[in-house]
T-cell receptor, first 111, second 111 residues
Framework: NAGVTQTPKFRVLKTGQSMTLLCAQD?????MYWYRQDPGMGLRLIHYSVGEGTTAKGEVPDGYNVSRLKKQNFLLGLESAAPSQTSVYFCASNLRWNEQFFGPGTRLTVL | GENVEQHPSTLSVQEGDSAVIKCTYSDSASNYFPWYKQELGKGPQLIIDIRSNVGEKKDQRIAVTLNKTAKHFSLHITETQPEDSAVYFCAASYNNNDMRFGAGTRLTVKP
């Protein structure tokens, strides 16, 4: 099993550009999450999904959109990137009430 | 919403000594408290977790204690080894949704 994978690993954007981050899991997990990690602030939940076709807002959802069209995939979109969105993005997944498994992260820089 | 505070932000110990990291949470409804270890360039990995119906849990050199009345929980690592060097995060949530993380503790174990 590959576990949780994220694409791409690194990306540099200019302000105003758009992009989509892809998260995939092969563990048949119901729940999936997108976090951002900034220095000195731990991880903050952006959006999450409790099943295919459902999404919900987390702690810091502004500026991001998500979609869960297939159970194994969770997409995070930035419609108009801003320098404040420079961060490391982590995807995670789990079965309900169980351990969250994290992907390796995507380092995004917005110039 | 939930607020998690973590102390200290950095901790340096000699190999073989014990290390203790403490967290407090604000929402009395939180019932799940995991601890994650994050090595450089990788995603966080669960090392131990505790639920609110348990006061203490141990796994080899790692233990976690929970005081629901005071709303704080702690990670204890005994007989530390250089490979324990990493950033450790505590977190709190209700039923493992909308997890809120502490800011992290950078642990350095000196040989």
């Amino acid at each position: 099993n590959a576990g949780v994978t994220q694409t791409p690993k690194f990306r540099v954007l200019k302000t105003g550009q758009s992009m989509t981050l892809l998260c995939a899991q092969d563990m048949n997990h119901e729940y999936m999450y997108w976090y951002r990690q900034d220095p000195g602030m731990g991880l903050r939940l952006i959006h999450y999904s409790v099943g295919e076709g459902t999404t919900a807002k987390g702690e810091v959802p502004d500026g991001y959109n998500v979609s869960r069209l297939k159970k194994q995939n969770f997409l995070l979109g930035l419609e108009s990137a801003a320098p404040s969105q420079t961060s490391v993005y982590f995807c995670a997944s789990n079965l309900r009430w169980n351990e969250q498994f994290f992907g390796p992260g995507t380092r995004l820089t917005v110039l | 919403g939930e607020n998690v505070e973590q102390h200290p932000s950095t901790l340096s110990v000699q190999e073989g000594d014990s290390a203790v990291i403490k967290c407090t949470y604000s929402d009395s409804a939180s019932n799940y408290f995991p601890w994650y270890k994050q090595e450089l360039g990788k995603g966080p990995q669960l090392i131990i977790d505790i639920r609110s119906n348990v006061g203490e849990k141990k796994d080899q050199r790692i233990a976690v204690t929970l005081n629901k009345t005071a709303k704080h929980f702690s990670l204890h690592i005994t007989e530390t080894q250089p490979e324990d060097s990493a950033v450790y995060f505590c977190a709190a949530s209700y039923n493992n949704n909308d997890m809120r993380f502490g800011a992290g503790t950078r642990l350095t174990v000196k040989p």
